[in-house]
């Protein structure tokens, strides 16, 4: 089959795309190294493309993301999940809709974690998302994941208290050891699930308190988005600096050179989205997927049956 040449757009997006690529590592927490949350920008401050160009190439992850997710299944060693953390309005929604529009979404699964139920609380805070991963050729989502143990649980310790956990009393009895040995169960989790095949690729999309603002606002002035808000969004914004200190400690603990961590400038949506889409098909490329190869057998069986449709 002959390939169609790219046009001057297509190259010009192909040439930005391996250039940013190579930008994106400032983007990884690196593994004992302190995240720095207050120190990273919430906003895209670089000149390799502007939201225009930012289209083109989301296109083109996003379309080599559909090559990839159909060798992912073929292969058939290998699973990928996707966690994502970020403030309230950071964009998590939206970011899952742009990034997989063009994925099968037999081979897609998204799992939303909300409050825990009776059952679930009945079992360890790890059991409900072992029961979400994704299988072999599969792709995980967890919009929101087994962090939010370490994160609200750790502003509001006294949803801790409904885990009936031996020892935990009161929530005097919560102590950093607590929290430390949560966060070492975390990557022990991780470290067997990537053993048994799957991908871990980590987002916390960094939005800065003014443009959450912005947001939570145009959720109220605009009726199509009303049901998006939450009055608790408002609330928890009084425990920022509290969100963040539980942020700062938990991607600074997990963020593994398997299970790596990436702080994602999320001020601009259309910027996020892309960086998140190349992050994912650059992980995904890493593990050189190709299609089965037949035996002699079974293409002799091929051909054999071809003869008789042919008849």
Not at 43 to 71: I, N, P
Not at 216 to 243: C, H, M
Request: neutral net charge; charged residues 25%.
């Amino acid at each position: 089959m002959v390939q169609k040449e790219p046009t001057s757009a297509e190259a010009h997006i192909a040439t930005i795309a391996g250039s940013f690529e190579r930008e994106l590592h400032k983007l990884k927490v690196a593994e004992g190294k302190a995240a720095n949350l207050r120190k990273r920008a919430t906003a895209y401050r670089g000149k390799l493309f502007t939201k225009d160009t930012a289209s083109g190439l989301l296109d083109l992850s996003v379309e080599r993301l559909s090559a990839l997710q159909d060798k992912l299944y073929a292969h058939n060693q290998y699973g990928m999940l996707i966690c994502l953390q970020a403030m309230d309005a950071a964009g998590k929604d939206g970011a899952v809709k742009h990034i997989l529009s063009g994925l099968n979404p037999q081979g897609v699964r998204v799992t939303s974690f909300k409050q825990p139920s009776s059952e679930e609380l009945d079992h360890d805070f790890l059991w409900r998302h072992y029961r979400a991963l994704p299988a072999r050729g599969e792709i995980g989502i967890f919009n929101r994941s087994h962090y939010e143990n370490v994160l609200i649980s750790r502003v509001h310790p006294e949803i801790v208290l409904g885990e009936n956990l031996p020892s935990i009393n009161s929530i005097a009895d919560i102590t950093k050891e607590f929290w430390a040995e949560r966060l070492h169960m975390i990557r022990q989790f991780e470290n067997i699930v990537v053993g048994s095949g799957t991908l871990v690729v980590k987002f916390f999309l960094h939005v800065s308190k003014e443009e959450q603002c912005k947001r939570l606002i145009s959720r109220i002035d605009d009726p199509t988005k009303n049901w998006k808000f939450s009055l608790g969004d408002v609330q928890e914004r009084a425990y920022w600096d509290d969100y963040l200190d539980a942020y700062e400690e938990a991607i600074s603990a997990t963020s593994t050179a398997d299970s790596p961590w990436y702080v994602i400038p999320a001020d601009d949506k259309w910027y996020a989205r892309v960086a998140m889409a190349t992050i994912i098909h650059s992980h995904m490329d890493s593990l050189n997927l190709s299609y089965p190869t037949l035996s002699p057998q079974q293409k002799s069986a091929l051909r054999k049956a071809r003869k008789e449709l042919l008849r």
